[in-house]
C-alpha cells in the first residue's frame, strides 16, 4: 500500500485548528464516526469532502472507495486531539512516514494553540 499524506486533509485541519473548532479531550468512540454516519456524509459531500478528514490517501486504490482514506481525526465537524494521536501512532506503526510527520505537525499546531 502507497499511503501519502493527503494535502488537502492536512489544509482542512490546519484550517479547522486555526478557527478553534477542535477537541482537547475525548474517548476514542466520540472521534470516529459510525459507517452510517460516514454514508450519510459522503451523500451530502463527496468523496472530496470525505477525504479531507483523513490524513492518509492511498493513491493506488480506487478513487470512490473508503479504502483510498485512512487516518480519520475528526467526526466530520471538529478535530479531535485523540484522533491526531491516534493517526500519528498508527502510521508510525505501519511505517507511513508522510502521515506520522502530518499528524506531529497538526498536533504540534493545536497544541500551540
Known amino acids: 500500500m ?3 499524506a493527503n494535502p488537502a486533509a492536512v489544509r482542512k485541519a490546519r484550517r479547522m485548528i486555526a478557527a478553534d473548532q ?3 479531550e475525548s474517548t ?6 459510525s459507517a452510517d454516519e460516514e454514508n450519510a456524509f459522503l451523500e451530502r459531500h463527496g468523496w472530496d469532502g470525505y477525504g479531507e ?8 486504490a ?3 472507495t473508503k479504502e483510498r482514506y485512512s487516518f480519520p481525526f475528526g467526526d466530520f465537524r471538529r478535530v479531535y486531539r485523540s484522533g491526531l494521536v491516534a ?13 506520522e510527520a502530518a499528524a506531529g505537525e497538526l498536533l504540534s499546531l493545536l497544541d500551540e494553540g
Open 2 to 4: 502507497a499511503t501519502h
Open 22 to 24: 477542535y477537541v482537547l
Open 28 to 33: 476514542s468512540g466520540e472521534v470516529n464516526p
Open 53 to 60: 478528514w483523513h490524513l492518509g490517501i492511498d493513491e493506488e
Open 62 to 64: 480506487g478513487e470512490e
Open 87 to 99: 493517526a500519528r501512532q498508527r502510521a508510525a506503526q505501519f511505517d507511513h512516514a508522510e502521515v
